[in-house]
Nanobody, 121 residues
Framework: QVQLMESGGGLVQPGGSLRLSCAASGFTFSAYTMNWYRQAPGKERDLIATITSAGSSTNYADSVKGRFTISRDNAKNTVYLQMNSLKPEDTAQYYC??????????????WGQGTQVTVSS
């Protein structure tokens, strides 16, 4: 059974930091690109960070570039999102996503249940 389990969310003051984790099971984690998305109330779910299967390449949305860092540990089947200099506009539900493509065709896609991050004084 495929599972993506996020943890590490919570309430933090502006300027603070949080580290999200996403533990994966039930699929070949090391073969999948891992993504973090977020969705604020009344808004669409946005892709904010991506890391390739081997961890050799990362990409970030402009809104988080320079403040957030995505990383992964394939030995632990876990992906992380280090969030620094948090702003109230970072408040959202954060989702872990796994995706695999072969020759451009998506062959697998999984979602976690999400973890809430609230940035407020």
């Amino acid at each position: 059974q495929v599972q993506l389990m996020e943890s590490g969310g919570g309430l933090v003051q502006p300027g603070g930091s949080l580290r999200l984790s996403c533990a994966a099971s039930g699929f070949t984690f090391s073969a999948y690109t891992m993504n973090w998305y977020r969705q604020a109330p009344g808004k669409e779910r946005d892709l904010i960070a991506t890391i390739t299967s081997a961890g050799s390449s990362t990409n970030y949305a402009d809104s988080v570039k320079g403040r957030f860092t995505i990383s992964r540990d394939n030995a632990k089947n876990t992906v992380y999102l280090q969030m620094n200099s948090l702003k109230p506009e970072d408040t959202a539900q954060y989702y872990c996503n796994a995706e695999r493509r072969i020759e451009g065709m998506r062959v697998g896609r999984y979602w976690g249940q999400g973890t809430q991050v609230t940035v407020s004084s």
